[in-house]
């Protein structure tokens, strides 16, 4: 079974965002960078349901060269091929990289890969990505590619043609049974993903990692300026030390109308 996830690269969360004074950029300075935990989950269920029929795990980004730092953590957990799409000074430039046409380029690597190394059988997204949160591309990549596609999966299973795929709702579970090859778009929670080892850290410095190239038709979206929302202030009030803060904390609850 070939399985590829698709990955990005993001701010980590928590982090605080600066836009550049021009508006144009998020000020990437300071910040830690990491994958959705989606997207964690989706790669952690490829090597699972690899663990289990065999197959191979393909990653594949698009992004800065840096994101080479996501690509080898997903080799440490088990992915056995990393593929970059450059972007940036030396990669593949041009017109803003809004969703459609990242999900131009995506769906251009994975049919030149394909038609490589053959057919993927799944194609693992995340749910949305945990920056810009378009819920877009992954959609987006399965109609190019003409594959069924069910997102906000929250359980997988791989029957002899076909997948099942799970989608919870209020009232339970959506099951969905798609012919193979087919994309999903994969929610936290579908798994708890493995933290890598000293051994795999190491070997995922020998996996191999190709760099594509691609066209990528422009999006058409422009950017007009990046606004970083007003800061909203949580406070937290010490009311007091053990005992002592338990009459306080009576009074809060009646003030709050919790208690009559
Ligand atoms: C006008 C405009 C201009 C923009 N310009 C830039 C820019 O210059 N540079 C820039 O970095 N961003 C830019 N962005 C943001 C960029 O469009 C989105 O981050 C990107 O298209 C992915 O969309 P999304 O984050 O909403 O992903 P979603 O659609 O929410 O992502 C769903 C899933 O798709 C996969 N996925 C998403 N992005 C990637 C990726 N890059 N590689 C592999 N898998 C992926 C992941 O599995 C993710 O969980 C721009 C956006 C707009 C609207």
């Known amino acids: 079974m070939r399985i590829l996830c698709c990955v990005k690269r993001v701010p980590a969360p928590g982090a605080r965002i600066n836009v550049t004074d021009d508006g144009r950029q998020v000020e990437t300075a300071h910040l830690g960078f990491t ?3 989606h997207e964690e989950c989706a790669v952690e269920e490829a090597v699972l349901l690899t663990e289990a029929h065999g197959g191979t795990v393909t990653v594949l980004t698009l992004g800065p060269p840096e994101a080479v730092e996501q690509l080898r953590y997903a080799a440490s957990v088990g992915a056995h091929e990393l593929v970059l799409i450059p972007t940036g000074a030396g990669g593949v430039g041009g017109s803003p990289w809004d969703p459609q046409r990242t999900a131009s380029a995506l769906t251009e690597a994975i049919a030149s890969r394909e038609a490589e190394h053959g057919a993927f059988d799944l194609i693992l997204f995340g749910n949305e990505s945990a920056d810009a949160g378009g819920f877009q591309v992954g959609v ?6 003409g594959r069924p596609i069910v997102n906000g999966v929250k359980d997988i299973e791989i029957d002899d043609d076909t997948v099942i795929a799970r989608r919870a709702v209020d009232a339970g579970f959506e ?3 798609l012919p193979r090859p087919a994309v999903l778009g994969v929610k936290e929670g579908l798994n708890l993903p493995r933290y890598p080892t000293m ?3 190491l070997a995922s410095k020998k996996v191999a990692l190709e760099e594509l ?4 038709d422009p ?3 422009s950017m007009i300026r990046l606004h970083r929302p007003a800061e909203e202030i949580s406070k937290t009030e010490i009311l007091g030390d ?3 803060a338990a009459a306080k904390v009576v009074d809060l609850l009646e003030e709050l109308g919790v208690l009559q």
């Open 35 to 37: 994958t959705s935990p």
């Open 140 to 145: 987006r990549v399965a109609h190019a590619l």
């Open 175 to 177: 099951v969905y049974e």
């Open 199 to 201: 051994k795999g850290r």
């Open 213 to 216: 190239m691609v066209d990528a």
């Open 219 to 221: 999006g058409g979206q």
């Open 242 to 244: 053990s005992e002592e």
